[in-house]
């Protein structure tokens, strides 16, 4: 079973930053591909930000320069650095995890104030 534990949601004024952490055994970094979503309500989970097992990441447009998805290895984290904040980046946040199946944490709230 794969367990994936989110961390790091809060409340931040416009342009502040965050960073989400997910926490994930050593041994589904090195074979999953890790991804970050969100979804507000009302709206699909999106994708924000993916990172292979070789270490390609990929961006959703309205995320890139601003946003960047990072492995820790001594903290068996996936983290996702988040910089200039925005209203419309408000969301639950969640840590996914896909190889042939997939998982998903419980999700971390961040919300961002105008």
């Known amino acids: 079973q794969v367990q994936l534990v989110e961390s790091g949601g809060g409340l931040v004024q416009t342009g502040g930053s965050l960073t989400l952490a997910c926490a994930a055994s050593m041994s589904v970094l090195r074979i999953y591909t890790m991804a970050w979503y969100r979804q507000a309500p009302g709206k699909q989970r999106e994708l924000v930000a993916r990172i292979t097992t070789g270490d390609i990441t990929n961006y959703a447009d309205s995320v890139k320069g601003r946003f960047t998805i990072s492995r820790d290895n001594s903290k068996s984290t996936v983290n996702l650095q988040m910089n200039d904040l925005k209203p419309e980046d408000t969301a639950t946040y969640f840590c996914?995890?896909?190889?042939?199946?997939?998982?998903w944490g419980q999700g971390t709230q961040v919300t961002v104030s105008s």
């Open positions: 996914n995890a896909k190889r042939v199946g997939e998982y």
